[in-house]
């Protein structure tokens, strides 16, 4: 049976983040997409210029749609919008018992606007944070959700991982793509200790979409059937390779597009992390 997941996420007219980035990143690992359009922006490359929320019930409809149909394996989560849509998307998932969930906590576009209003930060960690399998913040992200500065080194970053572990996620992956370094490192936080995924950092400038198709692509191995571990490693293959051909691909004006289609004669989504990536677990130390 071909695996199927579910977005719940806004549409980004210029194809680069949101529904239409996560449904190429399902395609890649032949997962059959389903989607529920939280919100319709009017966003490119260089920014966001309109942003239409679509009503609470037309998103739990189109939740329940997909669900009353499909067997729904996984739910991946992006932009909610407000309180509202929140609470519609909490509600309907818990309904329908929906358990293997990667939540990408959006906050803020690459271009700087604004996509979640801070009033609604409450409802998200309150209603969803514990439904939730996988959170995958950035760096500012999750000092937003934590209340706490910028983590500037990977001890800070721990903590903040254990603090929103408290909030009743299963695990948690901090992504260092915002942070500096020759190497790009994320680190997955649960129960059972930290565990680093790899990479070399490829230094092609700011990026539209990245942490969108990196949840997805966790999303996409858990409908799979993959193990998190497993699901995180492939993921963070996944989207360095994308990154890695988007200067060849010239997409777009402003930030970096990232193409995440399959290459001819290989099924990315069955391929083991790539080289250049490296897993490291680590002790949970109290």
Same mark, same amino acid.
Not at 39 to 52: F, K, R
Not at 96 to 122: C, K, Q, Y
Not at 198 to 216: N, P, W
Not at 276 to 286: N, V, Y
């Given at each position: 049976?071909?695996? *199927?997941?579910?977005?719940?996420?806004?549409?980004?007219? $210029? @194809? @680069?983040?949101?529904?239409?980035?996560? &449904?190429?990143? /399902?395609?890649?690992?032949?997962? /059959?997409?389903?989607?529920?359009?939280?919100?319709?922006?009017?966003?490119?490359?260089?920014?966001?210029?309109?942003?239409?929320?679509?009503?609470?019930?037309?998103?739990?409809?189109?939740? !329940?749609a997909?669900?009353?149909?499909?067997?729904?394996?996984?739910?991946?989560? @992006?932009?909610?919008?407000?309180? !509202? *849509?929140?609470?519609?998307?909490? !509600?309907?998932l818990?309904?329908?018992?929906?358990?293997?969930?990667?939540?990408?906590?959006?906050?803020?576009?690459?271009? %700087?606007?604004?996509?979640?209003? !801070? =009033?609604?930060?409450?409802?998200?960690v309150?209603?969803?944070?514990?439904?939730?399998?996988?959170?995958?913040?950035?760096?500012?992200?999750?000092?937003?959700?934590?209340?706490?500065p #910028?983590?500037?080194? =990977?001890?800070?970053?721990?903590?903040?991982?254990?603090?929103? #572990?408290?909030?009743?996620?299963?695990?948690?992956?901090?992504?260092?793509?915002?942070?500096?370094?020759?190497? +790009?490192?994320?680190? #997955?936080?649960?129960?059972?200790?930290?565990?680093? /995924?790899?990479?070399?950092?490829?230094?092609?400038?700011?990026?539209?979409? %990245?942490?969108?198709?990196? +949840? +997805?692509?966790?999303?996409? @191995?858990?409908?799979?059937?993959?193990?998190?571990?497993?699901?995180?490693?492939?993921?963070? $293959?996944?989207?360095?390779?994308?990154?890695?051909?988007?200067?060849?691909?010239?997409?777009?004006?402003?930030?970096? #597009?990232?193409?995440?289609?399959?290459?001819?004669?290989?099924?990315?989504?069955?391929?083991?992390?790539?080289p250049?990536? +490296?897993?490291?677990? &680590?002790? /949970?130390?109290?």
């Open positions: 049976m071909i695996p *199927v997941a579910l977005t719940i996420a806004g549409s980004d007219s $210029g @194809g @680069g983040a949101g529904i239409q980035a996560d &449904l190429k990143v /399902f395609a890649a690992f032949d997962v /059959f997409g389903t989607s529920a359009i939280t919100a319709v922006t009017a966003q490119n490359s260089m920014g966001v210029s309109a942003i239409h929320s679509v009503p609470p019930t037309v998103v739990a409809s189109q939740i !329940e997909a669900f009353a149909d499909l067997p729904v394996a996984s739910v991946k989560i @992006g932009m909610l919008g407000n309180a !509202e *849509v929140i609470d519609a998307v909490a !509600e309907t818990s309904r329908h018992d929906a358990n293997r969930i990667v939540l990408d906590p959006v906050l803020v576009a690459t271009s %700087g606007a604004r996509l979640l209003p !801070e =009033e609604a930060l409450a409802a998200l309150t209603l969803l944070l514990p439904r939730t399998l996988l959170l995958t913040p950035n760096l500012p992200e999750a000092a937003a959700l934590t209340g706490s #910028l983590a500037m080194d =990977e001890t800070a970053r721990i903590v903040q991982a254990r603090a929103l #572990l408290a909030m009743g996620p299963k695990a948690v992956l901090i992504k260092g793509g915002h942070a500096a370094g020759p190497r +790009s490192t994320d680190l #997955l936080v649960d129960a059972d200790g930290v565990t680093r /995924f790899s990479a070399q950092r490829q230094g092609v400038g700011e990026i539209h979409g %990245g942490g969108c198709m990196f +949840s +997805s692509a966790v999303a996409a @191995g858990l409908a799979r059937g993959w193990p998190l571990t497993a699901s995180v490693s492939q993921a963070k $293959g996944f989207i360095s390779r994308a990154i890695a051909a988007a200067p060849s691909q010239a997409l777009g004006s402003g930030a970096r #597009l990232l193409h995440p289609a399959r290459r001819p004669g290989r099924r990315l989504g069955h391929n083991a992390a790539a250049s990536s +490296s897993i490291h677990k &680590l002790p /949970f130390l109290a």
